[in-house]
C-alpha cells in the first residue's frame, strides 16, 4: 500500500524566514512524487515534480529514497506563499491514481 | 493550456433529488478523469477513476450505485450524485490526466449543498 504523511497540520513563519514543509512516504518501489498548492480559493495546482528537479517560486524538493521524504523547501518564505499545500504520490502500479498527504496549511506572517 | 472546468462551479439541491457534475478539459484530450471530494481544510478524497469509453473504477467505501460517472468522450466526465442526502454535501473536484503524461489538472471544484 502506498501512503503519504504530512506530520504539520500548519506551519506559521515569518516573512523572509526559511520553510520546510515535510513529507514522507511509504511505497515498495519507485514512486514519483509531487507538490500541489491550493491558494485561497483556488483550485489545486502543481508546484512540483520529483522527476523534473526544478525550481518554482523558489520552492525546491529533494527526494530522499533512504529516508523516504520529498520536503518541500524555501530559503525566504513571502507572505503571498500562504496557502495549503499537499505532497502526493504516484505509485508505479496505481494507474496514474494520486495518493495525497493530509496536507500543510502554511501562514506566512508580515 | 492544460485546463480543466467544472459546472456548475455551486449547486444547491434537495434531499432525495439528482444533481450532475460536469468536468472538461479544455485544450486536451483526457484519456483517464479523477474525482475526488474534499472536506473543508481536508485532503482530497479520491472517489473514483474514469477512463474514457469504459466503466469507473470506484474506491473502496463509495457507492458506485450513488455516485455515478461517465466518461463518455475524451473531453467530459460528469458525476452524477443519486437521491442525495445532506451528508453528500462537500466540494466536489475532478482531475484530468492527458494520454502524453501522468500530470494531473485539477478542476476549479463544485461545492455541492443538499438540503
Known amino acids: 500500500a502506498q501512503r503519504v504523511t504530512q506530520p504539520e497540520k500548519l506551519l506559521s513563519v515569518f516573512k523572509g524566514a526559511p520553510v520546510e514543509l515535510k513529507c514522507n512516504y511509504s511505497y515498495s518501489g519507485s514512486p514519483e512524487l509531487f507538490w500541489y498548492v491550493q491558494y485561497s480559493r483556488q483550485r489545486l495546482q502543481l508546484l512540483l515534480r520529483h522527476i523534473s528537479r526544478e525550481s518554482i517560486k523558489g520552492f525546491t524538493a529533494d527526494l530522499n529514497k533512504g529516508e523516504t521524504s520529498f520536503h518541500l523547501k524555501k530559503p525566504f518564505a513571502q507572505e503571498e506563499d500562504s496557502a495549503m499545500y499537499y505532497c502526493?504520490?504516484?505509485?508505479?502500479?496505481?494507474?496514474?491514481?494520486?495518493?495525497f498527504g493530509q496536507g500543510t496549511i502554511l501562514t506566512v506572517h508580515p | 493550456g492544460a485546463v480543466v472546468s467544472q459546472h456548475p462551479s455551486w449547486v444547491i439541491c434537495k434531499s432525495g433529488t439528482s444533481v450532475k457534475i460536469e468536468c472538461r478539459s479544455l485544450d486536451f484530450q483526457a484519456t483517464t478523469m479523477f474525482w475526488y471530494r474534499q472536506f473543508p481544510k481536508q485532503s482530497l478524497m479520491l472517489m473514483a477513476t474514469s477512463n474514457e469509453g469504459s466503466k469507473a473504477t470506484y474506491e473502496q467505501g463509495v457507492e458506485k450505485d450513488k455516485f455515478l460517472i461517465n466518461h463518455a468522450s475524451l473531453t467530459l466526465s460528469t458525476l452524477t450524485v443519486t437521491s442525495a442526502h445532506p451528508e453528500d454535501s462537500s466540494f466536489y473536484i475532478c482531475?484530468?490526466?492527458?494520454?502524453?503524461?501522468?500530470?494531473?489538472?485539477f478542476g476549479p471544484g463544485t461545492r455541492l449543498t443538499v438540503t
Open positions: 502526493a504520490l504516484i505509485g508505479g502500479t496505481s494507474y496514474g491514481k494520486l495518493t
Open positions: 482531475s484530468a490526466r492527458s494520454h502524453k503524461g501522468r500530470e494531473q489538472y
